[in-house]
């Protein structure tokens, strides 16, 4: 059929007018999508923020509603007739004794751990030091005694870390029959070194499952007589490799925390050690090598023969900073090592 100009020129003109509004309809659409989209990824990371926080509260309240079950076995070395190491004089006015400076810091540790409402177990007490005091003694204080039980006054250095070995053990056992998770369950014992005068700072110590023994028993009738005492302890090696992996990481802590409240340590190849050399052979103390507790450290705090360590550590100020940086060890490495904490 044939058409006129006019009435071909009119169609072309409503087609073309068509796609032009088509064209504005899908930029719209397009513009709509998009915005709909923005919206919907906004939304999508506002409640990813929320949700990240509310998992951040969650496990803070979850800490805060269980930290009281956190069981810290704190021993305090030495003590009684056996003072540890000692360095300084009384001339000089700087005399230190090892059990005496441990001791005062193991106080004020459990005042610390109370306000956190973690549960401390002391194996040593002083009848005349209830609470932690401001000037250290010159004098060798001996009425220390260890709370086994019956009671022993630590008249002699071997036996009393003997002693130690089954009280720690008792303690452990004990709250494992009250279904506390091990890994919940804390030893820290606390000492001072008497290394090279040029030495100084603190380290930590771990048990090497290499130095461990296979099994602790003793049966003299001094050790038979206290309620705390075991047969026969057995150590399983993979106990042993399980404990070591657990101690060492919560030494690492430890010297962190030492740091970060510019308290001096040992350099960082050596603050965390999983033995020490006597007489040139590799040993461990005896309270990590015999421990059932999984997480066992022991903690030198300074070194008592360095003239700036022994002259911070007679002050007030220095101790409390101590006893802060290991407090504040037990919550960081709770906090870090999540599902450690016992759910109600």
């Known amino acids: 059929m044939w058409l006129s100009e006019e009435y071909l020129g009119s169609q072309t003109n409503d087609v073309s007018s068509r796609k032009t509004s088509v064209k504005k309809t899908n930029k719209k659409k397009t513009k709509k999508i998009k915005s709909s989209k923005a919206v919907a990824s906004k939304k999508k990371l506002k409640r990813g923020k929320s949700t990240q926080k509310a998992v951040a509260q969650k496990t803070k309240s979850k800490r805060k509603n269980n930290v009281h079950k956190i069981?810290?076995?704190?021993?305090?070395?030495?003590?009684?007739?056996?003072?540890?190491?000692?360095?300084?004089?009384?001339?000089?006015?700087?005399?230190?004794?090892?059990?005496?400076?441990?001791y005062d810091i193991s106080k004020r540790m459990s005042k610390l751990f109370k306000k956190q409402?973690?549960?401390?177990?002391?194996?040593?007490?002083?009848?005349?030091?209830?609470?932690?005091?401001r000037y250290l003694s010159h004098r060798h204080d001996r009425d220390e005694h260890l709370l086994v039980t019956?009671?022993?006054l630590t008249r002699n250095a071997r036996i009393g870390v003997n002693m130690r070995v089954y009280l720690v053990n008792h303690i452990f056992k004990q709250l494992r029959k009250k279904k506390v998770p091990s890994e919940n369950i804390l030893f820290i014992s606390l000492h001072g070194d008497a290394l090279h005068s040029s030495l100084s700072g603190a380290m930590v110590y771990y048990p090497d499952h290499r130095l461990r023994r296979g099994r602790f028993i003793l049966s003299s009738k001094i050790y038979r007589k206290r309620k705390e005492y075991i047969s026969?302890?057995?150590?399983?090696p993979?106990?042993?490799?399980?404990?070591?992996?657990?101690?060492?990481?919560?030494?690492?802590?430890?010297?962190?925390?030492?740091?970060?409240?510019?308290?001096?340590t040992h350099r960082v190849s050596s603050a965390v050690r999983g033995y020490l050399y006597r007489k040139g052979i590799k040993t461990l103390p005896a309270v990590l090598r015999y421990s059932k507790v999984p997480t066992s450290v022991l903690v030198e705090i300074?070194?008592?023969?360095?003239?700036?360590?022994?002259?911070?550590?007679?002050?007030?100020?220095?101790?409390?900073?101590?006893?802060?940086?290991?407090?504040?060890?037990?919550?960081?490495?709770?906090?870090?090592?999540?599902?450690?904490?016992?759910?109600?």
């Open 150 to 152: 019956p009671r022993y």
């Open 71 to 102: 069981h810290v076995i704190l021993d305090s070395g030495h003590g009684g007739r056996d003072p540890g190491a000692s360095a300084g004089s009384r001339k000089n006015k700087d005399i230190i004794y090892e059990d005496e400076v441990v």
């Open 238 to 264: 993979r106990d042993n490799k399980y404990s070591e992996k657990l101690s060492k990481s919560f030494g690492k802590v430890i010297i962190n925390q030492f740091r970060k409240l510019r308290l001096r």
């Open 232 to 236: 026969k302890l057995t150590y399983n």
């Open 117 to 133: 409402g973690i549960i401390v177990h002391p194996t040593l007490a002083d009848p005349n030091q209830k609470q932690p005091i």
């Open 302 to 344: 300074a070194n008592l023969n360095n003239r700036l360590d022994r002259r911070d550590l007679l002050k007030s100020k220095t101790r409390q900073q101590i006893a802060k940086a290991i407090t504040n060890s037990v919550t960081a490495h709770f906090d870090r090592s999540s599902g450690l904490v016992a759910q109600r």
